[in-house]
């Protein structure tokens, strides 16, 4: 059973045009990664160089940089209805959604890159993020 954008968008706490900039950032990284480990022998993601895995990362940034965008002009626009409670709550739970992605993109990238970090510890970001998902899916109806 597929869940329709209806059922997701408040289960995630994102709205459609977030969903939408998160899956074409995806959708460009998916292709870029493939292109470039196409034309690299052996095609193996750490074989590629430095400044080509921060190209390769480059959509899934701009995503989190839209997004980010975006829900700074809906704090905005909800601050000027004179909602303060509900802009501040869906403000602080876009960015700790946003920053946690970002870290988790940005560890990984240090990962390939040659850092020297554990798996666990660029893991972390989504274990805490699926934790706050759950939270936030218990209270949802």
Known sequence: MLF????????????????LSQTVGLLL??????????????PIVTS???????WIFSPL???NVINAYF???VFIRTCLERTFK?????????????????????????KLTGGNRDISEIVSPVLLLLQLLAVRAC???
Not at 29 to 42: H, V, W
Not at 86 to 108: H, N, P
């Open 29 to 42: 990284f998916s292709i870029i990664l493939t292109m470039r480990l196409e034309a690299c022998e052996p």
């Open 86 to 110: 509900v802009a501040t709550i869906r403000a602080m739970w876009s960015a700790t959604f946003i920053g946690i992605l970002t870290l988790f993109e940005y560890l990984l990238c240090l």
């Open 48 to 54: 590629l160089p430095e400044r080509d895995i921060w």
């Open 4 to 19: 329709t954008i209806d059922e997701l968008s408040p289960w995630l706490g994102v709205t459609r045009f977030e969903l």
């Open 139 to 141: 209270q949802t109806q």
């Open 61 to 63: 940034f701009a995503a």
């Open 71 to 73: 829900c700074v002009i």
